[in-house]
């Protein structure tokens, strides 16, 4: 059985590409869905060997590089983390981003959770004292021979 090829209906207006009115742009787009009008970065059309679909490009690419704000301080610590998100609602799993609440924050000297960090936030001796001696255990746990 041989069937006709399809026809797509026609239409009145002809297509125009356009923003539609009323569309949300930039700094305006809802949250989770970033665009280079929100992220500093910088591109530059290189010969470099891009690896796409598992062969290197052999013509020059657009290579774009999202700039940080603050490029000294790429690893920060738990703490200083802490101090900026903890109880607060973040977007997560870029670029799709879904909304969670920080409840602790952790690296590989110390682990906050959000109950100490209640308690220890209004309390600044106790928290320095509070994460000194977790760094205290840390140091000697690896120091430790086994």
């Known amino acids: ?42 591109a530059s059309l ?22 940080n704000d603050d490029e000294q301080d790429m690893n920060p610590s738990a703490v200083n983390v802490a101090k900026q998100v903890m109880g607060k609602v973040v977007f997560v799993q870029w670029p799709y981003l879904t909304e969670a609440k920080v409840i602790a924050v952790e690296d590989e000297r110390v682990s906050i959770h959000g109950i100490d960090w209640l308690t220890l936030k209004s309390h600044s001796q106790r928290m320095d004292a509070h994460l000194t001696k977790n760094l205290s255990k840390q140091r000697n746990s690896d120091m430790t021979v086994q």
């Open 46 to 67: 290189i010969a470099g060997k891009v690896n796409i679909f598992g062969h290197l490009s052999k013509k020059k690419s657009l290579i774009i590089r999202v700039e």
């Open 1 to 42: 059985m041989v069937s006709a090829p399809f026809q797509l209906p026609a239409t009145s207006a002809p297509f125009v590409p356009d923003v539609i009115a009323g569309q949300l742009m930039g700094w305006n787009t809802p949250a989770g869905f970033p665009t280079f009008g929100t992220l500093p970065h910088s």
